[in-house]
């Protein structure tokens, strides 16, 4: 199932692997070597080139780990996209607003990608599964960032949301726009 919303944006319902684009985005951690979610399932179907690339970024320039908002990219491997860009959410805090970090990730990524110039990016819904952010706010950050940050060459960003709910958040979002 998949609606366009607008010439940018787009909602995909499904699983971000199977996503035919410029650069897909993984919700990693800073560790970089995988995890699970949207990471275990694009080092599973990406095949271990992924997981080497992101051994020698480690070594090369991230040893105590990629700091959280920031990206990173790699070979997108057996995968069918040119890049992976590795991003690292913020763990959802009550106590502590965190939302800034979660906009940083969605923007750094957005700019990595028009800088390896990309023309189409799928973004997860970064932090809001194992990390714990609830969906309808992490669907307002990452609408809301991606609508005021969307960079040549980009032309469109595809949010692939994995579950009905997801979706639906999403979609309101978009329409409150
Ligand atoms: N395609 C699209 N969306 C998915 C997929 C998929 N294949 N699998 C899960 N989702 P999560 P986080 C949704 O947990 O919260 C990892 O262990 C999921 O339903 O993947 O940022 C990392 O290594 C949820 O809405 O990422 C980190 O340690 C959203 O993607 C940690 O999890 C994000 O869920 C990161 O946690």
């Given at each position: 199932m998949s609606t366009s919303v607008s010439p940018a944006v787009r909602l995909v319902r499904g699983d971000i692997t199977d996503q035919s684009v410029d650069v897909i985005v993984n919700a990693a951690n800073s560790s970089l070597l995988g995890g699970g979610g949207v990471d275990g399932a694009i080092h599973r179907r990406g095949g271990p080139d992924i997981l080497a690339a992101c051994r020698e970024l480690r070594a090369s320039h991230h040893g105590k780990g990629l700091p959280t908002g920031q990206a990173v990219a790699t070979t997108a491997g057996?995968?069918?996209?040119r890049w992976i860009v590795h991003t690292v959410g913020p763990v959802f805090s009550g106590a502590q607003d965190r939302s800034a970090l979660l906009a940083s990730c969605y923007r750094a990524s957005l700019r990595l990608a028009a800088e390896l110039g990309a023309r189409t990016i799928a973004f997860p819904a970064i932090s809001t599964g194992i990390y714990g952010w609830p969906m309808d706010d992490g669907a307002r950050i990452a609408v809301r960032t991606v609508l005021a940050e969307t960079v040549e060459p980009v032309e469109e960003v595809r949010f692939v949301l994995f579950d009905a709910h997801a979706y639906v958040e999403f979609e309101e979002v978009l329409a409150m726009r």
């Amino acid at each position: 199932m998949s609606t366009s919303v607008s010439p940018a944006v787009r909602l995909v319902r499904g699983d971000i692997t199977d996503q035919s684009v410029d650069v897909i985005v993984n919700a990693a951690n800073s560790s970089l070597l995988g995890g699970g979610g949207v990471d275990g399932a694009i080092h599973r179907r990406g095949g271990p080139d992924i997981l080497a690339a992101c051994r020698e970024l480690r070594a090369s320039h991230h040893g105590k780990g990629l700091p959280t908002g920031q990206a990173v990219a790699t070979t997108a491997g057996r995968l069918d996209a040119r890049w992976i860009v590795h991003t690292v959410g913020p763990v959802f805090s009550g106590a502590q607003d965190r939302s800034a970090l979660l906009a940083s990730c969605y923007r750094a990524s957005l700019r990595l990608a028009a800088e390896l110039g990309a023309r189409t990016i799928a973004f997860p819904a970064i932090s809001t599964g194992i990390y714990g952010w609830p969906m309808d706010d992490g669907a307002r950050i990452a609408v809301r960032t991606v609508l005021a940050e969307t960079v040549e060459p980009v032309e469109e960003v595809r949010f692939v949301l994995f579950d009905a709910h997801a979706y639906v958040e999403f979609e309101e979002v978009l329409a409150m726009r």
